[in-house]
């Protein structure tokens, strides 16, 4: 990064942000009728726009004269080399070579890591398909037909928001999720299930992982007590990039499938951690998947700066948390079926740029990454919206729709649901004024005193920022895409935030003293050691737990 020019033309983009009234955005549209054809891009039925937030054409000019000066280009230009960007750990970040077409060449090192990638996707089909078909069947020959995936964070989440989304394609299988220590997790997902025919899948890439490490051992004993031991071969599978403590486990090597240090967590459901996803939909859509990933990867490669998806919603995103000063950014997907994507982005967002130290070790100087939440539309309608509308921080929306739903004869409830999606951006964006307020209140006879009682709770501040995302339908190549698009928009705001968007030390803390503190709550150890804050919350606790 040039921090010098940076710097510059960050102050220059502040200047022009204070001289754009917050009232523009409304009348923006007023005044320009071009302004949506301005700010908003397509990629076949891809469509972002971005036209109700308070960009101009010179904010956009200078966000893209910032991303010049951070080297967003180059530094992506070294991501798909195969560079060695992940400073802290020394590794690369090749999360793209996992949707490559077989021809494609990326090198780790000087070894092309294609073929390796689709040799693992070949046995993982094999293995699906054998699962699928039947003839893989569980240890008294019955055919497998529950999938449990035990894995956290991104050997989780990934697969899980991905099967979800997918739904409509499920012709597997039936897969299901077990990622929190909490013994509850594990104890109500297998409670539902037949250990003669369900397939566990450990899935994590270090194979370390105190949650899954434990919640394997409990699946172990489920299958063993019900089946025997010998019966664990047929009934377990994993995933891993530590292929020597998979061993240990005693999980045959043709259930093993590999992935690499150069595959983040977050960045792994593309590889044989989307095993449960090809188990669910079978390999081909798996592959449809993967292409649309793809696609994004080459649009992100090639599209100049203001007409490349990703980079255009990182720079919005930048200009929304350094510039505008937003906390957080809502994401709502009119998608019921896209449930858990605010969960998986909050990992793929938050542990990659949650970050407050440059790539050079500095302290940042301005804010990082933003609180990334959201619930599907319509129902955080009818819950937090009253906060987006009304609240008295800014949130910048994301609303994301298909054109289409999966279910012809409900067309009618989809057009509902895109109603109301464009109708809360257009409200956000509009909102009411007092007189506003109060000529519909007096329209409908409402008396004049009560109309004054009640008109200002009735006003919305409008001019609230959101961006919308569009496609046809949600099928396996829209989500690739779509998980492509935000996964290159977290890189390119963490160039222009100067970090290292793919190591995740924050986490390493709790982890730590949770080890420390397992045998003060087990009683084993005194808790003096710890602060008077958590010895008196451990007493208690086991106070608790005694009566
Ligand atoms: O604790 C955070 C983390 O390391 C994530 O980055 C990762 O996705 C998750 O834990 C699970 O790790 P593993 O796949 O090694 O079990």
Redesign the pocket.
Known sequence: MNRTAFSRVLAELDTHAAHLAPEDLRSAFETDPGRFGRFSLRLDDLLLDWSKTSVDDRAMDLLARLAEAADVEARRDAMFAGDPINSTEGRAVLHVALRAPREAKFEVDGRNVVPDVHEVLDRMAAFAQAVRSGEARGATGKPIADVVNI?????DLGPAMATLALAPYHDGPRAHFVSNVDGAHVHDVLKGLDPATTLVIV???????VE?MTNAATARRWIEQALGGEAVGAHFAAVSTALDKVGEFGIAQERVFGFWDWV???Y?LWSAIGLPIMLAVGPERFRDFLSGAHAMDEHFRSAPLLENIPVVLGLVGFWHRVVRRYPARAVIPYDQRLARLPAYLQ?LDM?SNGKSVTIGGENVRGPTGPLVWGEPGTNGQHAFFQLLHQGSDVIPVEFIAAALGHEPDLRHQHELLLANCLAQSEALMKGRSLDEAREQMLAKGTDAAKVDAIAPHRVFPGNRPSITILHRLLDPFALGRLIALYEHRVFVEAQLFGINAFD?WG?ELG?ELATALLPVVQGKKDAAASDASTAGLVEHLRGLAET
């Open positions: 894995g956290i964070g991104g050997s899935a994590s890439k270090t194979f370390t992982t899954t983040g967590g977050r792994s990992q542990e995740q986490v982890k």
